[in-house]
């Protein structure tokens, strides 16, 4: 058995490495043209920032794959063949497979503005990306970052982190609102303007304006602002890549369709990671799900599949984890960003927040039960947290047994009378 697979992100390679567990003697190829080895994309920003080497971001030594078997394959898929089960990679090269795993990832999205495509006007994705902010770094002065997530904000870290002057267009009225509920969305606007960006909330992008070089050299945005610049960076969110699949007998959507066990409509093909919408149940929205621990897990369920055990794709109570300058964020279970999306269900929402504007907790309930947990500038556990949304604890239960979540003892557990009194009394 030979299993292609496109994409060598943390699903594709997830997937290769579960298949040689459960299939020794299988043919694996793992084709990518952004690089020859696998490496942390979540580390792109302290390559840039001097923290790390592009080396360090590798989890395995670059021996490590010829003594798994695992063949690596540098270049682009031109074409995929469902018919006669091939692959075109670089206009030439013909490989054959029996199965096939499509891992492609997400690119930046790009909404039509006009200048978009001139030079120093990049997103942050890939390798590549980074290459063009250092080229276009030397000697920069002011930068635009247009979008508001979670890129947008690495990016502006970024640049500050070399001295360079931010302009942040933001088209929410709060930071990242579409996602956070307000009070903790203005945490990271103070925080963010406390680094000294220029943080313009419901502001868009109308055009960017190009010089004679045909460069990037100022951006003119929705209040009519005219601001001169020399790099723009292309952060309002991402999309799947779906490239490779274009003109193949493999459907898609907003994403490349899967099923729950992450099988495409043809027979042998697989979708995982960033680029795979998994169709739900109808009159239920379809789901991409672009983080990195439901890209490690779909690889396994993929690697399941082709090695004669299919099963289906669950993702558990969602996680995520970021960091916004110094403030650090953990979410877990469902807490919207409005709870006008629960109307009708009862959802109700505790708020805490210290004084110095650093420290929040969220707890969100709905009849008598834990269903979502925010929190803002603490480390919590969590397994526990986790174990509180699965068993349906009460949010008496919860803050009586909140010390048991702390990972971080010393610090918060001054906070946990502070913290009870406030959600008590909370309306």
Not at 112 to 137: H, K, N, T
Not at 141 to 168: P, W, Y
Not at 365 to 375: A, R, S, T
């Amino acid at each position: 058995m030979h299993v292609a697979i496109i994409g060598n992100g943390i699903a594709g390679i997830t997937c290769a490495l579960e298949i040689r567990k459960r299939a020794r003697h299988a043919r694996i190829s793992v084709i990518s043209a952004e690089s020859d080895h696998h490496w942390s994309r979540p580390a792109l920003m302290y390559i840039y920032m001097g923290h790390m080497g592009y080396q360090q971001t590798k989890p395995y030594p670059d021996d490590f794959w010829k003594a798994q078997g695992i063949e690596l394959v540098r270049g682009w898929v031109s074409e995929i063949d469902c018919t006669r089960r091939q692959l075109t990679v670089d206009g030439f090269q013909v490989m054959t497979w029996d199965k096939l795993v499509i891992a492609t990832g997400s690119q930046p999205n790009k909404f039509g503005w006009p200048g978009q495509d001139l030079d120093r006007v990049f997103g942050m994705y890939s390798l590549q990306d980074l290459a063009a902010i250092e080229r276009c770094s030397d000697g920069l002065r002011h930068a635009a970052i247009v979008g508001g997530g979670l890129i947008g904000i690495e990016l502006a870290e970024m640049f500050h982190s070399r001295g360079i002057h931010v302009s942040f267009l933001v088209r929410e009225t709060n930071y990242w609102n579409n996602i956070l509920p307000d009070d903790e969305a203005r945490l990271i606007n103070d925080e963010t303007r406390a680094h000294g960006i220029d943080l313009r909330l419901a502001t868009e992008l109308k055009e960017i304006v190009g010089n004679a070089e045909g460069q990037a050299c100022a951006v003119i945005d929705s209040t009519g602002d005219r601001l001169e610049v020399g790099f723009v960076g292309l952060t309002a969110g991402v999309r799947p890549n779906i490239a490779a699949v274009r003109g193949s007998a493999i459907e898609t959507g907003r994403g490349i369709l899967v099923d729950q066990n992450l099988q495409t409509n043809v027979p042998g093909v697989f979708a995982v990671g960033d680029c795979a919408e998994i169709v739900t149940p109808e009159g239920q929205r379809n789901m991409i799900q672009a983080v990195w621990y439901t890209g490690r897990l779909q690889g396994v369920v993929a690697a399941q599949g082709i090695c004669g055990t299919p099963t289906p794709y669950d993702p558990g109570i969602w996680f995520n984890a970021a960091k916004f300058w110094d403030l650090e964020y953990m979410v877990f279970g469902r807490v919207p960003s409005a709870l006008d999306e629960q109307a009708g269900r009862g959802a109700e929402s505790r708020y805490w927040q210290h004084s110095n504007g650093r420290h929040a907790l969220r707890l969100v309930h709905e009849q008598g039960k834990v269903i979502g947990i925010n929190v803002m500038g603490m480390r919590v556990r969590h397994k526990v947290c986790e174990a509180w949304i699965a068993a349906g604890a009460s949010l008496k239960t919860v803050l009586e047994q909140w010390r048991t979540a702390h990972f971080d003892v010393e610090f918060s557990r001054r906070h946990d009378g502070e913290i009870r009194q406030a959600m008590r009394s909370a309306a």
